[in-house]
């Protein structure tokens, strides 16, 4: 499957932004998707996942509660949501696909990943 991300943007603290997630292939309704972000200097991290039919979501702990994952099978897309942006969002984004969810950065594939800039 490939992944392609878009959506990024220069925003202020407290503003939104919506993600998307553009998948190729007829399987995207199988895979599990993942949302990451990489910050300069830092370790690719978890933001979300999302199973394949939508049942099971997890957060991580530092946008749980302002960002909400879903995805579209018949689009085959998935998104972000990202409410009440905060400076420490700032990353490059990244979308990825596997048969589960991991907190690790070792899922299967990955897009190409859109940058996300939050101004105070």
């Known amino acids: 499957v490939q992944l392609q991300a878009s959506g990024g943007g220069l925003v202020q603290a407290g503003d939104s932004l919506n993600l998307s997630c553009a998948a190729s292939?007829?399987?995207?309704?199988?895979?599990?998707m993942g949302w990451f972000r990489q910050a300069p200097g830092k370790e690719r991290e978890f933001v979300a996942g999302?199973?394949?039919?939508?049942?099971?979501?997890h957060y991580a702990d530092s946008v749980k509660g302002r960002f909400t994952v879903s995805r579209d099978n018949a689009k085959n897309t998935v998104y972000l949501q990202m409410n009440s942006l905060k400076p420490e969002d700032t990353a490059v984004y990244y979308c990825?696909?596997?048969?589960?969810?991991?907190?690790?950065?070792?899922?299967?594939?990955w897009g190409q990943g859109t940058q996300v800039t939050v101004s105070s």
């Open positions: 999302i199973s394949w039919s939508g049942d099971f979501i």
């Open positions: 292939g007829r399987t995207f309704s199988t895979y599990t």
């Open positions: 990825a696909a596997d048969q589960w969810i991991r907190l690790t950065s070792t899922w299967a594939y």
